[in-house]
């Protein structure tokens, strides 16, 4: 992300939270393509727009990404990377098994191809995943540790040199990590009693950040895990707590990934969209970016009535929304991209009621409606993320001295004041979806800018223009003037 921070220019862009910053650049990648003279870059709010997930995702400042399976040269990989993808996650290429068939041995060629690829289409990269004890390990790693005189001190040299190699080798191009996979056991608040856990305790979790943290200070790191229900159950309780502990702790942890997958295998009923954006909002509430990092959904949950497919994208989108709704949550990836290369298909016990068609893209690579639903959802982001973009412009503006109250010292901090207290105003009315109220304190905030020398300005300086400019945008988009 370091890197991409060049790319681009634009009012947005520069004053986006550190994870978006991708999804704007690419916005502007957009706009540039645009022939010259049409002006802006197409309304993504626009049902008609025609805008594909990945446009409506830049503006909404969202990641919306796929587990890649498949070698990075695959025709579903090629087809949709960038296009219709802004993110990217490595299905198994950066699991531990997979990086060293025995301890020490690396063989980084699959998740170099794939890091590889997300660079040329400059989407972000998801590393999956550091640590992850239900998962494939080294073949030897079990019999290093248990053999060893002191197996707690043998485990820790060799996380270390695992996390420090792999995080060390992607530092700055893989821009966050699931770091630590499925602490908890299948169900209930029991830790996973894995390798990891049997020989450290539950420390290697926080451990495993720290170090993560030194190899790359950059990157966004998660904990991620699953869930059959989402709110009050033992598990969701015992996950919120652990991270609540983390938090406390003062770990390297900036976000919790909810896996999301829904495979009707269970007599598990779905959730409702409101217990699951609950679930959501109480990980927000700890203070962490969230994501839905494996979201998959089986058609059979559908099965009964008409029109499955219709039904599922119904359930994508209701999913999409309750992510959407909540501020911190940043993105989205589902587990896969076309139909046929679902996981479910091919793991037991999945397998026995394939195909379970969960994804995006059909057979052919056409999209779904599941693929137009999620769209839809993330667009109902844009406006909301504007707002929030324009506020952090104002701030941003202030704090380099671009943007300076007028008159005399004290009223000039007075008039500031008032004009971040609009703009906040502009934010809690758009939540709320009082546009009414948007657009009035817009138009004040606007007439307070001092642009073209007026003595009544509330601010001047170099940054009055974009403000202003930005203002108009987000009048636009809330249709203010009509
Ligand atoms: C799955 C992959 O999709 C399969 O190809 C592989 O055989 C097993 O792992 N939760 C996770 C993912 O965190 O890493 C898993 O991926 C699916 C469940």
């Not at 994501?291 to 058609?299: C, G, V």
Request: glycine share 8%; net charge negative; aromatic share 8%.
């Amino acid at each position: 992300m370091r890197k991409r921070e060049t790319v681009g220019s634009g009012w947005r862009e520069a004053h986006f939270g550190r994870a978006p910053l991708v999804a704007i650049a690419l916005a502007v990648v957009v706009l540039a393509a645009r022939p010259a003279g049409t002006g802006d870059s197409p309304d993504c709010t626009d049902p008609q727009s025609g805008c594909s997930l990945a446009e409506t995702a830049a503006q909404a400042g969202f990641w919306v990404g796929a587990a890649v399976g498949n070698a990075a040269s695959h025709p579903s990989t090629q087809a949709t990377i960038g296009g219709h993808f802004n993110s990217m996650t490595a299905e198994n290429a950066m699991k531990w098994g997979p990086l060293a068939r025995r301890v020490g041995e690396y063989d980084f060629g699959r998740a170099d191809a794939l890091v590889g690829l997300a660079e040329e289409r400059a989407v972000r990269m998801r590393g999956h995943t550091l640590l992850w004890g239900r998962g494939p390990l080294p073949v030897d790693l079990e019999s290093e540790v248990n053999q060893s005189p002191n197996p707690q001190a043998r485990l820790r040299e060799l996380l270390d040199q695992h996390i420090r190699t792999v995080v060390g080798r992607y530092a700055g191009r893989v821009q966050s990590w699931d770091v630590v996979n499925e602490p908890l056991s299948v169900a209930g608040a029991a830790f996973d009693y894995n390798l990891f856990f049997r020989t450290l305790g539950e420390s290697y979790i926080a451990e495993a950040f720290r170090i993560a943290h030194e190899a790359d200070p950059g990157a966004q790191l998660f904990l991620n895990e699953f869930f059959f229900v989402y709110s009050g159950s033992p598990k969701s309780q015992a996950f919120l707590a652990l991270v609540e502990k983390l938090v406390a702790e003062g770990v390297p942890m900036h976000g919790v990934g909810v896996q999301a997958h829904f495979w009707d295998y269970l007599p598990i009923a779905l959730p409702s969209r409101e217990e699951f954006q609950n679930f959501l909002q109480a990980l927000a509430d700890l203070g962490l970016a969230v994501e839905l990092t494996e979201l998959d959904i089986s058609r059979h949950y559908f099965d009964q009535g008409p029109d499955p497919l219709l039904r599922q994208a119904e359930f994508y989108s209701e999913i999409t929304s309750a992510c959407v709704a909540v501020p911190a949550c940043q993105g989205i990836t589902t587990w896969g991209i076309d139909d046929p290369g679902t996981w479910l298909d091919v793991t037991a016990p999945f397998d026995q009621v394939a195909p379970h068609e969960p994804l995006l893209f059909d057979a052919e690579l056409q999209p779904k409606p599941a693929y137009f639903s999620m769209r839809d959802a993330v667009a109902e982001r844009i406006i909301p993320f504007t707002a929030r973009a324009l506020l952090r412009l104002f701030d941003e503006s202030v704090k380099t001295g671009a943007l300076e109250g007028a008159g005399p010292p004290g009223s000039a901090v007075a008039k500031l004041r008032s004009l971040r207290s609009s703009l906040e105003k502009t934010v809690k009315y758009i939540d709320s979806d009082r546009v009414s109220g948007a657009c009035r304190e817009l138009e004040r905030t606007a007439r307070r800018l001092d642009t073209d020398g007026s003595s009544r300005a509330f601010a001047t300086g170099p940054a009055a223009r974009d403000l202003e400019e930005a203002i108009r945008e987000l009048r636009g988009l809330l249709a203010c003037d009509s």
